[in-house]
Structures are given as C-alpha cells and as structure tokens.
C-alpha cells in the first residue's frame, strides 16, 4: 500500500527530508540501454534505506553521458516498484507545451497516489533550446507563462489563456492532481537571481549546490528568503516556502576509493556546467555581468572539496560535511546528486548513506531542534 497524499497547505517540517537525484551518466564501459533500467534498481534501493524521493533531470542530446530526457516515462516506473515521492529535477517548461506538461504530470500524480513533488526550470543548454526551436532569450518568460497556464489547469475549472506564447479557449484539463489544491511546486535556480524569481512567485526553490562555495549558497538562499517576503503566488497557486538544496555525493568505504570511483566525473561535469552557465547567462541577457560563478573550480578536484559542500569519501568525510549543511543553511531537504560511478558502487553509496551516514547525522542533529521558520504562509481553498 503507497503512502497517502498530503492534502492542503505544505507546512514547515520539524525534520530534514534526504532524497536522491540522478541523471543517469551512461559511462564509456557501460551499456546505454542497461542504464535506464538501473536507474530505477537504484531507486528501489533509496527506497530500502529509507530516503524520502528520488528524482532525475530532464537532460537532452548528452549522449553517452546522460539517459533521463523522459522524466514523464523513468519517474512512473520508479512510483510503481516503490513508495518513494518522485521529483522531476526538473521539468524544462520552455521545451513543452504547458497543457500536455499539465496532463501528464496530473496523470502521474494520481497514478502514484499524490506522491508527486513537481519542480521546473527553464533549461540552461544553449544547444537543447536550439533543437527545440526556441529563442534562448525566451526561456525565463516562457517557463512563467506555462506555470501560470498549468495552475489554471490543475484548477480543474474551465478557463481561457492570451498570453505572449500560447491562446486558447474554453479548456478543462482531465484528470487534476491528486494533491489538492496541487502538488509541491519548486522552481530549480542556480543564480541568486533565480533563486529570487522562485521567492518572487512564492514557489519553493530547488537550488544546485554543485560549484559553489559556501557563502554562496548563502547568497542564494538568502535571495529567495528575502523575494518571497514581498512576493506574490501565481492566481491559482498556493503559497510554498520550501528549500531543496541539491549535494553532489558519493560515498565509499574509504575517501580514496570514493574518489576514484567518481572523480573523472565530477570534473567532467564542473567543466562543462561552468562553462554552460556564462554562455547561457551571455545568451539571455546579453552579458556576463552580475555572474558570480568563475572558472576558479576548472580541473580543480581538490577545490571543490575542500571549498564547497561537495561530498566525496568515507561515511565519516560524508558525516562531518552534512553537519556543517544543516548548521550553515536553513532548509527543508537534501537531495544527494548521484552519478559517474558503476552501478554496483552507487547501490553501496546508497547504502551507506542509509545505514552508516544518516542515522548518526539525525542523532547529533536532533540535539539541537531546527527553530521554527518566521516566514508567513496561507493556504488556498481546495477545489472540489
């Protein structure tokens, strides 16, 4: 029997929520095809050691290093084997019509049985926009106007929309989420100024931790704190102030083999990501102003573990790293980012995780309860 679905307003939890994100790396000795599959073995295996979700991010066009273009196809599997709450990480709303990204998540949400924990992005590849024939420039105001078409429709009230991208009349999208008034909705941001659209909008804020140092994150925890204060829900959405914090992790019985199972990996990955985001940045706005992530973590392993919250290593390594997460930031849940390694060795990282690392983490961290967040919420009346 799955877990029942929440109903009303999100409120603040007392404890930390641990989930895991993956986006299916497909090595250069693995099989491509076996890879999808695995994905969901290895969700069955957060769901035994007792993460709360398991999420995958919409990539395209990575080819051998990523297999998760179809969130709407892998995250359906991965409710049907386990009771985890599933994350798209997120869904790229200016590559998609907002009605069918209404539809199908809907569907997903009652299928599940309300496990469905909805975030979005406007997509930072200069190259996916492209294939999917849409000005880069675009994107931001594309992926506001499709969350304010898809709470109109998740309503379950007939409505119709004149926007500067879609037009239609006299609509009713069947079937509504099962979560009324709708499902948790972040807005994944990796700049403070994204951070700040989420608060902006009172959407919760899924924010990638992957080459920032720690005062950083602060910046952009801070920018979506302060932007939800004055901020306003779109008409049709609820309220939600909830902070998702994203950690690249792996964890092996000792720093050394932890590190050289994922390192080519991860440098890889803060090579390409690094540069992606000033391009991206040129390409919206038309400069590099304002930018505060650099070339400083280029090739440069050993940076990102000593100066960000990256975590590679032993479970103690993986220990003291988490305590410092929840002593510096005030959030509602950690996503470990899994990838780069062999199957088998991010089953054992799973595992780890769940048996060795946060037992001892919830323990020392109970000491000292989580204040209560000052920060007002409302509610909006379900819709029958």
């Known amino acids: 029997m799955h877990r029942t679905a929440p109903v009303g ?21 693995a099989d491509p095809f076996e890879r ?13 050691y007792g993460f709360t979700s398991f999420a995958v991010s919409e990539q395209h066009f990575k080819f051998p290093t990523n297999s998760t273009g179809a969130l709407d196809v892998i995250l359906p599997w991965v409710a049907a084997t386990t009771d985890l709450r599933m994350l798209p990480s997120a869904a790229i709303l200016s590559l998609h019509h907002p009605l069918a990204i209404a539809e199908r998540w809907a569907t997903i949400d009652v299928l599940s049985e309300g496990r469905l924990d909805f975030a979005v992005g406007r997509g930072n590849t200069p190259k996916t926009a492209s294939a999917f024939q849409i000005p880069h420039a675009e994107t931001n105001a594309r992926t506001m106007e499709s969350l304010d078409i898809i709470f109109r429709a998740w309503s379950g009230e007939e409505f119709s929309y004149k926007g500067d991208f879609w037009e239609f009349e006299d609509i009713r999208v069947h079937p509504i989420p099962a979560q009324r008034p709708h499902p948790r909705v972040s807005l994944a941001a990796v700049s403070p100024g994204s951070a700040a659209l989420a608060g902006k909008h009172q959407l919760g804020y899924l924010g990638g ?22 901020g306003t829900p779109f008409e049709y959405a609820q309220p939600l102030h909830h902070i998702s914090l994203q950690v690249p992790t792996h964890v092996a019985k000792t720093d050394k083999l932890a590190r050289e199972q994922v390192e080519f990996g991860i440098v890889e990955y803060a090579n390409r990501a690094m540069k992606q985001d000033i391009l991206n940045h040129q390409l919206t706005y038309g400069t590099d102003s304002g930018m505060d992530t650099t070339g400083e973590f280029y090739d440069n392993f050993d940076g990102l573990l000593d100066l960000t919250s990256m975590i590679v290593g032993s479970p103690q390594l993986a220990i003291d790293k988490l305590l410092r997460v929840h ?14 390694a062999k199957h088998d060795e991010l089953l054992e990282c799973i595992r780890l995780l769940g048996e060795e690392v946060l037992p001892v983490v919830e323990k020392e961290t109970a000491r000292n309860p989580r204040p209560a967040r000052t920060l007002a919420t409302s509610t909006v009346a379900s819709v029958s």
Do not use: C, S
């Open 9 to 29: 307003d999100h409120p603040r939890e007392d404890q930390m929520k641990y989930g895991i994100i993956e986006q299916g790396y497909v090595r250069r000795d």
């Open 36 to 48: 999808v599959r695995q994905l969901v073995t290895e969700a069955q295996q957060a769901d035994k």
């Open 209 to 230: 931790m992957h080459w920032l140092r720690w005062a950083q994150v602060h910046d952009r925890v801070n920018a979506y704190n302060e932007a939800w204060e004055t």
């Open 327 to 340: 002593e510096e930031y005030d959030i509602d849940e950690i996503i470990f980012h899994l990838d780069y």
